[in-house]
């Protein structure tokens, strides 16, 4: 019996009735594998893998049940359990959705060598155009679903050449790319989606996306406002482009937009902080701790006090810093914000061994963080621990090979220790631009035209500074 001739609804009563009723009513092969599927198709994989099971029963080795219960373990990932009802059916490289299966369960089990080598076998085959073409579309989402990026484009560019039609196909081909980081790729495979449907949501909002990805913010921001025109009020659609405008450096209009999303979606917690971050960079302290107030109100206090703390501290005003600072509850004293409150009021306080505690916890948070390592460097300076300032100023520079005054501390200290290295040897590792910046950055509130000078003037008047002990007057904390 052809599938295509069966009343599903009709069959589905039946079989419905036949499981009230408790009694056994006989099915074909082919019903009771449409039946599974339209359980399957609903979430219902246990009473589809029931049904499966009750009709291999019925039609034991059954190729159509083997293959359909291998689909919905599948689902649950039991590849292994899969593939062994594949080899009751034997081989069967004429069968679509038997190739399927097969090569679906040998990707997820590690096995892609012999998984490659299926596919191999089959587009040398001879399957006609259209089952070429779903099998090829169908195994190369299996590949992407790995992660086996190119070989998902191999089959997916091959299949355009079938039909240049098939928007699936496209959406994949561009997350492919994206995957890669070919966002260049991504960006022109997604440009044909909106060819063929110039007024398609998601293709204008995955534009904005790769665009932003690949630093094209401006473009971003175009692609967000035409998926906005379709529709409007697409609270993450207004996030992105917020977001967007933010890392184009207009602040201002992030924040705008951002407040727009906050009108639309005030339960969205996100919301609250994005504005915080963007009013911090703009320093405008007052707007943030109202917004702060407006979280409190609908969120709750968590973490609400560690934030003020934090704001203070930004405004300098030191005595309302410390006093939030006290008012912190124990459940928020052990993040990375606390450590770095903890410091920076320490370090205003003159406590520099409470400072130095506080930024090594920080630092075991976030070992990479340069600022705090930056941080941990001056204070040891400061408490004349050269030794371990370098240590520090070393892990700085492998982690930014271009932190010019890291780089100047690390050869004044080490001058400074008794190496006795040449100073002009010392500071060889520069670039004459890099000296002339330097020099910018040590000559305190002096404002000096350094363009002239050549490479041995430079490093005269960088000695000199060393000698002041100008670096180290100026470390700002």
Known sequence: MDSNDIDITELVHKYEQMRYMDKSIYFDAD?????ADYYNDF????????????????????????????????????YQEALNNLLIVGEDNNDIDYLLVKIESLLNLGR??????????????????????????????????????EKAIQLLETAQKLDDSNMDVFVDLSYSY??????????????????????SFDG??????????????????????????????DVSVLKMKALSLYLNDNTAEAV???????????????????????????????????????????FGSKGIMLQRAHIYLN??????????????????????????????????????????????????????????????????LEQGKFEKAAEYLEQLIVL??????????????????????????IMSQFTDDELRALLNLFTSNEVTDFSDLDRASLLIRLNEARENRVLFKNIKY
């Open 204 to 233: 204008w909002v995955n534009l904005g996306k790769l665009y932003s990805m690949n630093q094209q913010h401006d473009k971003a921001i175009e692609a967000f406002d035409f998926a906005l025109t379709i529709n409007e009020t």
């Open 400 to 425: 930014n090979p271009d932190f010019l005054t890291a780089k100047a501390r690390l050869a004044f200290i080490r001058f400074e220790i008794g190496t006795k290295e040449p100073f002009d040897e």
């Open 43 to 78: 979430g219902d994989t246990s009473e589809a893998e029931y049904i499966i099971d009750l009709g291999l029963g019925m039609h034991p080795g059954s190729p159509e049940l083997l293959i359909t219960k291998s689909k919905i373990l599948l689902i649950d990932e039991r």
């Open 112 to 149: 892609s060598n012999e998984a490659d080598a299926l596919l191999e076998s089959v587009l040398k085959g001879d399957l006609h155009e259209e089952e070429l073409y779903t099998f090829i579309t169908e195994v190369a989402y299996l590949y992407n679903d790995v992660d086996d990026f």
């Open 315 to 380: 405004q300098e005003k030191y005595s309302e810093a410390q006093e939030a600072f006290e008012q912190i509850p124990d459940e928020d004293k052990s993040s990375f914000d606390f450590f770095i409150l903890e410091a920076e009021l320490a370090i205003h306080n003159g406590d520099y061994d409470t400072a130095e505690m506080a930024y090594m916890l920080a630092m075991l948070d976030s070992p990479d963080d340069v600022l705090v390592i930056d941080k941990l460097a001056n204070i040891s």
């Open 256 to 298: 705008r937009v951002f407040k727009e999303c906050l009108n639309n979606s005030p339960d969205d917690e996100s919301l609250y902080d994005s504005l915080l971050e963007g009013y911090e960079v703009m320093e405008q302290y007052d707007e943030m701790l109202e917004v702060i107030a407006q979280k409190e109100e609908r």
């Open 31 to 35: 019903e009771f594998a449409l039946l």
């Open 178 to 199: 994206e995957m890669l980081n070919n966002f260049d790729k991504a960006i022109e495979v997604n440009n044909s989606i909106l060819d063929i449907d110039p007024y």
